[in-house]
């Protein structure tokens, strides 16, 4: 038998066994895809009404101002002809190259074949070619209302997205010839990922940014030592043991948001701001929330103001002793920690004595890049979704927050992983990222109709327990720590915000980078700048222009502030007292609940 025999039948013999494999994850993915439960149509895109409007506002520009639109359309034909010539004319010259210009650069088109293969560069050109058309078409819509507008801009984006080249594996040069290199097993195991991600969320496609097994929660991810001293229906109260022998008297406790787990801010020890603020000589709690099911459907905002936040606020005193504490709040319990505020002044409580706000919405006015999931059609959708499930599944919440950076949380990986057969990478970041919660029916409700929609706490005021509340009636020293490209919490949008409370003493950071890393940003990293400015009364590109800018993080100009509210030092508290034993360890039960087994 020849080498070139012998060559030929491994070949041969392992075609066979990928076709094998082939036939059974085809079994599989139909038997995924039959879980998948049906969801309300008004989550997957806009009302029809939007397109019809669209259409309306064209055709009347078309009537009115005709050779406006004929020089666009004309422009993309001529653009898409002469794209078309060209590449004609190369073949006819019998020279199988792309033209001298190859194209605007994009980074999602990094491969060199993309510039120096004329099939994938003719493709390349002309979907950038019509991708600016639609771009163009919609800017130039006048007869239509900016919301609606918005909302078109950001559907047409997805659609533009959605049909780039790299998303198809007859023009990914980078997936076929990794098929190519490995004889198709790139493609099964693609084939592999896809079957397991569908099968690990009942028939929904929820593309895995993280290798769920490279990470175990208190193993090698959310390891800061502490206990858990206090457990309700709603969160586990962590105590953090001292790193240092005195510790200044007013503790802080930490609200993450609800949405995640409070762990981004415990990643690994180099960049854990919980590990950084008990190394500044603090007693530290932080509240880890409960991932709802079915049971919390009638779990409002006021349940999490008073078992949550109020309840903590009593516990903590009591096991320190003091009177008063400082807070911090993060993203959507930023927000509740306002509406705490504004509550406890009207009661006269003065428990908190100074309260940080990390990426913190509070005025709603200007939905951003929000505005497509604050309309009617949407959230009536997700009313009718929790209605019947008690609950808006953390999928659901995960998948609006991803479309809004799709190439970078959907496409990308999903090529990665489905079409070049790539196990997702051991990321902490994208793992937390992965490791979503569910929100209780009337709380995602409350929260999207009176304060996204309604703008109430900002404007007229919001109704809790027989009170009016106003973010004018936060008045405790506060700091707000914004970031500058943040996609969720726009910083305009939360300085606005700070603007409006009625504190006297306010400090406002603009810190570099977005939503997670302009806040996990350790002073080691030397990495994102921070931006000050003590004048709140001038707009926001004034107040940015004006600012002194700062090398380096944030986290020691917080510590600063936060030092003179903090009072003397006292000998290190160890978690809990008599009345508070430790029931678990940190990170404790709560964090460890996964929605997506709730969701099954």
């Not at 991708?131 to 047409?156: M, P, T």
């Not at 919440?397 to 190439?407: E, G, I, K, V």
């Not at 006292?570 to 360890?585: I, K, M, Q, W």
Request: glycine share 6%; net charge negative; proline share 6%.
């Amino acid at each position: 038998m020849t080498t070139n025999d012998v060559a030929e039948t491994e070949n041969q013999a392992r075609l066979e066994a990928n076709l094998a494999r082939v036939e059974e994850l085809s079994q599989r993915l139909v038997q995924a895809l039959t879980q998948k439960k049906t969801t309300n149509p008004a989550l997957h895109g806009p009302d029809h009404t939007l397109y019809a409007k669209a259409a309306q506002a064209y055709w009347a520009e078309m009537m009115q101002n005709p050779a406006k639109i004929l020089e666009h359309q004309i422009e993309y034909w001529g653009k898409s002809v002469t794209h078309f010539v060209e590449a004609q004319q190369a073949l006819a010259k019998g020279k199988l190259q792309p033209p001298e210009d190859t194209g605007p650069k994009d980074r999602r088109f990094q491969n060199p074949l993309w510039d120096e293969h004329p099939y994938f560069n003719f493709v390349k050109q002309q979907y950038l070619i019509s991708s600016e058309a639609i771009k163009e078409a919609v800017n130039k819509i006048e007869d239509l209302d900016e919301k609606e507008k918005r909302r078109l801009r950001y559907f047409a984006h997805q659609v533009v997205d959605m049909f780039a080249p790299t998303n198809f594996l007859a023009t990914n040069p980078d997936a076929l010839m990794k098929a190519v290199e490995t004889d198709g097993e790139s493609l099964v195991k693609g084939m592999e990922n896809l079957v397991a991600d569908l099968e690990a969320n009942n028939g929904e496609l929820v593309v895995r940014l993280a290798d769920d097994k490279a990470f175990e929660i208190g193993e090698n991810i959310a390891t800061a030592p502490g206990e858990v001293v206090y457990r309700n229906r709603m969160m586990e109260l962590i105590q953090y043991h001292p790193t240092t022998e005195k510790v200044h008297e007013t503790p802080i406790i930490l609200f993450p948001p609800w949405i995640n787990k409070f762990y981004i801010l415990d990643l690994k020890p180099e960049n854990s701001f919980i590990r950084w603020v008990l190394d500044q000589g603090y007693t530290l709690f932080v509240v880890s929330w409960i991932n709802p099911d079915e049971a919390y459907r009638d779990v409002g905002l006021e349940e999490y103001i008073e078992e949550g936040y109020l309840t903590a606020l009593d516990e903590v005193k009591s096991i320190c002793k003091v009177d008063k504490v400082n807070a911090i709040g993060y993203c959507i319990a930023g927000t509740t920690l306002s509406l705490t505020l504004a509550l406890l002044k009207a009661r006269g409580d003065k428990s908190i004595k100074s309260a940080t706000f990390f990426t913190t919405l509070t005025d709603f006015s200007d939905q951003g890049e929000f505005t497509p999931f604050l309309q009617d059609d949407f959230i009536d959708g997700i009313e009718e979704e929790v209605n019947e499930k008690h609950m808006l599944p953390s999928f659901l919440m995960a998948r609006t927050f991803s479309f809004l950076r799709s190439n970078d949380l959907i496409y990308g990986p999903a090529i990665k992983s489905y079409m070049m057969g790539e196990t997702p990478p051991a990321f902490d970041l994208l793992y937390w990222n992965g490791d979503g919660a569910n929100l209780p029916a009337r709380m995602a409700i409350q929260y999207l109709r009176d304060l996204c929609q309604s703008n109430r706490f900002a404007e007229e005021g919001i109704e809790f327990f027989g009170e009016t509340l106003k973010l004018s009636d936060v008045d405790v020293p506060l700091m707000s720590i914004a970031a500058e490209t943040d996609h969720i919490a726009a910083w305009k949008d939360c300085y606005r915000g700070v603007q409006m409370m009625g504190s006297k003493n306010k400090t406002f950071v603009l810190s570099e980078s977005g939503h997670i890393a302009g806040i996990v940003n350790p002073p080691s990293k030397k990495k994102y700048g921070h931006y000050l400015n003590d004048d709140l009364s001038l707009a926001p590109d004034d107040w940015q222009a004006g600012a002194s800018y700062t090398e380096g993080s944030w986290w020691p100009t917080w510590e600063a502030w936060i030092k003179k509210r903090s009072g003397k030092k006292v000998d290190a508290r160890e978690p809990g007292d008599s009345a508070h034993p430790p029931l678990a360890p940190a990170p404790g039960t709560y964090v460890r609940v996964k929605a997506a087994k709730q969701n099954q």
